[in-house]
């Protein structure tokens, strides 16, 4: 069974820094393209971050562009999030999400680990 | 604010039929496939449509989807108490290039 599960998480003050991890099984994790997906305290699905299954080609929304960083090590079958110049609202569960074949939606999503940015 | 706008909640007894709908514009729907995420409460989503009407292995055909020019619609025929969850459309937009995007999300109620 494919499975996909966070670690990282944690307080962290404003300006800080994190980086969460994703540990992929049960799947061939290198023929994926993966995501990080966020989801703020209340609220909806941002996603925060894509790299296709090569590591070579990565996407971020402006909200995060320049300050987090996405890789993956398919020998290890993880996939990371950095996270720099952390926010308040930057505040959110964060999920590692797998895309399905067609690249089209989110297919596995892990249990998600959550990342709290405060003083 | 989400450039997909669903309704906040939407409500049903046991047994009956709902759907909950996810309007956008012609660079976002009318231009790309459209899924749907089931969230129950306290856990990850999950996917319940994708490529507008098709359904992983797993998901019962009691849920159903479907896309019409610049909006797509969730269906759930006879409504069962474990269905109460948050349920979000995700799609991309074309002319933004800005990745994935997802509705505000709906909240069923199984009254």
């Known amino acids: 069974e494919a499975q996909l599960v966070e670690s990282g998480g944690g307080v962290i003050r404003p300006g800080g820094s994190l980086r969460l991890s994703c540990a992929a099984s049960?799947?061939?994790?290198?023929?994926?393209?993966m995501n990080w997906v966020r989801q703020r305290p209340g609220k909806g699905l941002e996603w925060v971050s894509g790299i296709n299954w090569k590591g070579d080609k990565t996407g971020y929304p402006d909200s995060v562009k320049g300050r987090f960083s996405i890789s993956r090590d398919n020998g290890k079958n993880s996939l990371y999030l950095q996270m720099n110049s952390l926010r308040a609202e930057d505040t959110a569960v964060y999920y590692c999400?797998?895309?399905?074949?067609?690249?089209?939606?989110?297919?596995?999503w892990g249990q998600g680990t959550t990342v709290t940015v405060s003083s | 604010q989400s450039l997909l706008t669903q309704p906040p909640s939407v409500s049903a007894a046991p047994g009956q039929n709902v759907t909950i709908s996810c309007s956008g514009s012609s660079s976002n729907i009318g231009s790309n496939f459209v899924s749907w995420y089931q969230q129950l409460p306290g856990t990850a989503p999950k996917l319940l449509i994708y490529?507008?009407?098709k359904r992983p292995s797993g998901i019962p055909d009691r849920f159903s989807g479907s896309k019409s020019v610049t909006s797509a619609t969730l269906g759930i025929t006879g409504l069962q108490t474990g269905d109460e969850a948050a349920y979000f459309c995700g799609t991309w937009d074309t002319s933004l290039r800005s990745g994935p995007m997802f509705g505000g999300g709906t909240k069923l109620t199984v009254l």
């Open positions: 490529d507008n009407d």
């Open positions: 049960g799947f061939s994790f290198g023929d994926y393209g």
């Open positions: 999400v797998r895309d399905i074949v067609t690249g089209d939606a989110f297919d596995i």
